[in-house]
């Protein structure tokens, strides 16, 4: 079956590289497991809210590498539990967050199901640097070169050496 794209069209010309990012964004959501909320808490901080219900502390981690946010979650099955039904299944899961580059995890806390993620984003320090101009002269006993032009004789066009 050909996928039909809302970028086909002839007046959309060039934004093809638009449509393999948006592509490639829906592929990456997977199933969509576990749903979020980003919130802006204040002026400069940010907060993740995962819903991770029935996960604890130990089957939950969080790491920054490389200006990702990786957030993982891995529930392991209770191998002497003897089952009646089953409806709820063991899951895992890995949801990463693109981080601009002067956003830092300031924290992270499992509250009533709810994993909270917080960041801040540091203002920039506005610093003004004065830059000493020197001056720079010839020391005492060297001379400055300057370049000479070769002079010529007069009337034969020769240059003298």
Do not use: C, W
């Amino acid at each position: 079956m050909t996928r039909l794209s809302p970028f086909n069209s002839p007046l959309l010309l060039g934004f093809d590289h638009l449509e393999q990012i948006l592509e490639r964004v829906s592929k990456s959501s997977g199933d969509g497991y576990p749903p979020y909320n980003v919130l802006q808490t204040d002026g400069d901080r940010l907060r993740i809210s995962l819903a991770v219900a029935g996960f604890t502390e130990e089957e939950l981690s969080v790491t920054v590498e490389q200006n990702q946010l990786h957030i993982q979650g891995r529930q392991q099955d209770d191998p002497d539990a003897v089952y009646l039904h089953r409806g709820i299944a063991a899951r895992r899961f890995h949801r990463t967050f693109l981080l601009a580059e002067s956003i830092e995890v300031d924290g992270a806390t499992l509250d009533n199901g709810l994993l909270n993620i917080d960041l801040v984003r540091p203002e920039p320090a506005q610093s003004v640097r004065t830059v000493e101009i020197q001056r720079r002269t010839a020391k005492s006993g060297e001379k400055r070169q300057l370049y000479e032009a070769p002079q010529t004789q007069r009337g034969s066009g020769r240059r003298s050496v």
